[in-house]
């Protein structure tokens, strides 16, 4: 036996076993590279050399945190190559998942079986690179173009069933692995062409153009996917040219700030899941939930409940309102089984899961109860009154306010430690970001359940202290106010629209408030009118389309016109006048604004206001932020945050 401190060999007869043992995925560090490198060494002389993992996955993928670094011997293509052209042939036996440097050290080996369910891919573009060890020029030459564009262009994991189909794997395991990378190891077929050696073509010019444009338009401003297109395209080269001009890219593209704001998205996901102020804590353990309103927003998060095992009580008001609560949420998880996300006997089990009920006594029983009603002050702590009335006085209360200070809500209840706010963004069965808010009583113990719960939702969650909006909608709201500044300054909502599409964000300002609904924000500066600045900047153009029952697609009109199904906005030739008139009118000089003027505006203020709530300690950290608005709001993961990009245009991005 040969031990690494990563990479284990062992001999059993004629067999070579090499074992990557370095948690938690198997990574491709220095050390597990070094460990290859030796045991490509030690296995010379046997038959066959089987090469597989520890833990619950073959390799998943490189360190990233290495990828600051200066790369460091021995560097992965080398040790693919020195597998691929050892004498003693390697059989790569997975499990898992085979992802990035773990695909193409697999493609080096000359036989590949995996266990069934096992998921390869070439997810480099989702840290904005190319595969920097042979991937895009093994890739098409093992699995034909189409499907190595898939995984490089699109991040698209592959089943090892799949893999078999198109020649990528030479056996599905079945039974033990180890056993039947044995048993593969005693019948070997005859050894293939290695896979660098092989021919394949270019993709034709039409072809490739039209791949270019298709990932164009879902990359929206992204450039990794249109790098790996071009890098793919090399492997019709000899591998001995193609495969140095990949390594140079991948390198080059590792201090891209494209990349840098992807590794940085990566790890912001990750960290702010682990607040300090529950370091330690032990959540409590949840079962049953209640919910009060069914409508749209408590359906959806019926459904997130439901499909995270956990047994529902939905309140409504009556009978029939329950009755049609019911509808909804079941209608909600046919969508899904439709899409193939539920089996039908997991639609049964969640729908025997779900009460619905006009009583707040059927609540007694819920660990946690959450209102889900309209956003108003006294409707939210008349439905507290009735729950505590009911429900355990241990109970957790969550309210899933949009706006609204949870400290008023709770006033009153008994035991206010338990109480915090669950913010769900709509949809919220499709929504990935939860607010988690806390009060300034609420225990470390409830902070950790509400996280508890979150990720048991497969929620990205995010601590936020108490203020009008929290995090997101408080950003939300200065956006806006600055892009009807703009508008009064002389843009016009398409052209803001188009400018923050252009920026990579899913929609423009103006867009969304027609999707969304003038109505709600309206509502909130009515309320907020008897406290505002005197000195603060503030335009009436939205307050006046408000007035004239523009609200937005529900109503046909908005800051555009809607005029069928589809919903495509129009531009409103009354709405552009009317911003015309206004700036006249309030003697505000109308200017050219280019689409990057109008960009950088809008991504500035985001990172001031958003520094400002960091400043206030609403957020713990930048990260908290830009996650918020990553998850939240669509702002594009290539550029990192609003607070991410700020620093990086400043030249202080890590």
Known sequence: MTNSSVVTVTHEGDIAWVEIDNPPVNATSTAVRAGLTAAAQQVQGARVAILTCAGRTFVAGGDISEFDRAPEEPHLPDVVQMIEDSETPFVAAMHGNVLGGGFEIAMGCAWRIAAPGTKFGLP????????????????????????????????????????????????????????????????????????????VAALPLDEYAATETALKK??????????????????????????????????????????????????????????????????????????????????????????????????????????????????????????????????????????????????????????AVFEDLDVKRDVFRQLAAVIGPDAILATNTSYLDPTLIFDGMPNLSRCLGLHFFSPAHVMKLLEIVKTPNTTPEVIATGFALGKR????SVLSGICDGFIGNRML???????????????????????????????????????????????????????RDPNERYERIADTLCEMDRLG?????????????????????????????????????????????????????????????????????????????????????WRGGPMFLAKAKRGKAA
């Open 218 to 371: 879902r990359a929206k401003g992204q450039q990794s996917p249109i790098l790996n297109l071009e890098a793919l395209q090399w492997a019709a080269l000899p591998f001995e040219q193609g495969q140095p001009v990949e390594r140079a890219l991948h390198l080059k593209l590792r201090h891209s700030v494209e990349s840098r704001a992807l590794r940085y998205a990566f790890f912001a996901e990750r960290a702010v899941s682990k607040p300090k102020l529950i370091d330690g804590i032990e959540p409590r353990p949840l079962n049953q939930i209640a919910i009060v309103g069914g409508g749209l927003m408590g359906a959806g998060i019926a459904m997130a409940c439901l499909s995270g095992c956990l047994s529902v009580t939905l309140i409504e008001r009556d009978n029939a309102a329950a009755n049609a609560a019911r509808t909804r949420v079941d209608g909600l998880i046919e969508g899904g089984v439709k899409r193939g996300k539920f089996t039908v006997d997991q639609q049964a089990d969640m729908l025997a899961h779900l009460t619905t009920t006009d009583s707040y006594a059927d609540a007694a029983d819920a660990d946690l109860a959450i209102e």
């Open 553 to 637: 697609q529900r109503s046909g009109k908005g800051w555009y016109r809607y005029k069928d199904a589809s919903r495509a906005p129009i531009r409103d030739e009354d709405v552009e006048e009317l911003i015309v008139a206004y700036s006249k009118d309030n003697g505000l000089p109308r200017q050219n604004f280019t689409p990057n003027d109008i960009a950088d505006r809008l991504l500035e203020v985001l990172a001031r206001e958003g520094q400002q709530i960091v400043d206030e300690g609403i957020a713990d950290r930048a990260e908290d932020v830009d996650v918020v608005k990553l998850f939240g709001y669509g702002f594009p993961r």
């Open 457 to 460: 939702l497969r929620k990205v």
């Open 477 to 531: 709201a200065a956006f806006r106010r600055e892009a009807e500044y703009l508008l009064a300054d002389g843009a016009l909502p398409h052209q803001v629209d188009s400018a923050m599409r252009e920026a990579g964000l899913p929609m423009g300002p103006f867009e969304l408030q027609d999707l969304t609904g003038l109505q709600i924000a309206w509502a909130n500066r009515k309320r907020q009118a008897a406290t």
């Open 124 to 199: 480099e573009v989702n840290v904005g690179l190319i595969p920097g060890a042979g991937g895009t020029q093994r890739a098409p030459r093992l699995i034909g173009m189409q499907a190595a564009i898939d995984m490089a262009c699109s991040g698209k994991i592959l089943p090892a069933e799949t893999l078999l189909d198109l020649g990528g794997v030479d056996q599905i395991a079945q039974g033990d692995l180890k056993d039947a990378a044995r048993t593969f190891a005693q019948n070997l077929p005859n050894r293939p062409v290695k896979v660098r050696d092989r021919v």
